[in-house]
Antibody
Framework: EVQLVQSGAEVKKPGESLKISCKGSGYSFTSYWIAWVRQMPGKGLEWMGIIYPGDSDTRYSPSFQGQVTISADKSISTAYVQWSSLKASDTAMYYC????????????WGQGTLVTVAS | DIQMTQSPSSLSAAVGDRVTITCQASQDISNYLNWYQQKPGKAPNLLIYAASNLETGVPSRFSGSGSGTDFTFTISSLQPEDIATYYCQQYDNLMYTFGQGTKLEIK
């Protein structure tokens, strides 16, 4: 069974750093792209970027380029998104999702990680 | 960037009604258009891929059509469990965009 299990909720202060994770199981982790999707409170879905764990090839949405870093550790089947200096506007639910074999849609999703940034 | 315009943003319909949501791309995306359902507090769930293909396990009352720039998502007979927000999503060369979402409510 394919599963993506994300790390738990985080409460941080503005200016702090953060790295959240997404662990894949039940499939060949290195053979499928993993995407990150933001959902701000009460708002829609925004694609942030995508990584191929096999070789760490990474693409970013122009809206998120330079704002976050996406990475993966294939030895532990885990993808990450990190912030070096959080802002209140980073408060959101973050989902990881596996791109299908043909890459154009997301067939499995993590349960989401809620990030709250408040002073 | 390819922009997606989804409408309506909200919709109220009765059980048994036929419901239609549209999504328009800012340029030709062939059939690289997918539809997701998101229930409150849950992750999105894929319903339709490649414009018209029903994901395994998804009820047949859901369907999709279209190609190029104009796409349609239909629920043939609305059920109470279909209350959710629906999103279209396009793909173009490892770049993805979601529509703004349609919140579906029961009348």
């Amino acid at each position: 069974e394919v599963q993506l299990v994300q790390s738990g909720a985080e409460v941080k202060k503005p200016g702090e750093s953060l790295k959240i994770s997404c662990k894949g199981s039940g499939y060949s982790f290195t053979s499928y792209w993993i995407a990150w999707v933001r959902q701000m409170p009460g708002k829609g879905l925004e694609w942030m970027g995508i990584i191929y764990p096999g070789d760490s090839d990474t693409r970013y949405s122009p809206s998120f380029q330079g704002q976050v870093t996406i990475s993966a550790d294939k030895s532990i089947s885990t993808a990450y998104v990190q912030w070096s200096s959080l802002k209140a506007s980073d408060t959101a639910m973050y989902y990881c999702a596996r791109a299908s074999a043909v890459v154009d849609y997301f067939d499995y999703w993590g349960q989401g990680t809620l990030v709250t940034v408040a002073s | 960037d390819i922009q997606m315009t989804q409408s309506p943003s909200s919709l109220s319909a009765a059980v048994g009604d036929r419901v239609t949501i549209t999504c328009q791309a800012s340029q030709d995306i062939s059939n690289y258009l997918n539809w997701y359902q998101q229930k409150p507090g849950k992750a999105p769930n894929l319903l339709i891929y490649a414009a018209s293909n029903l994901e395994t396990g998804v009820p047949s009352r859901f369907s999709g059509s279209g190609s190029g720039t104009d796409f349609t998502f239909t629920i043939s007979s609305l059920q109470p469990e279909d209350i959710a927000t629906y999103y279209c999503q396009q793909y173009d060369n490892l770049m993805y965009t979601f529509g703004q979402g349609t919140k579906l409510e029961i009348k």
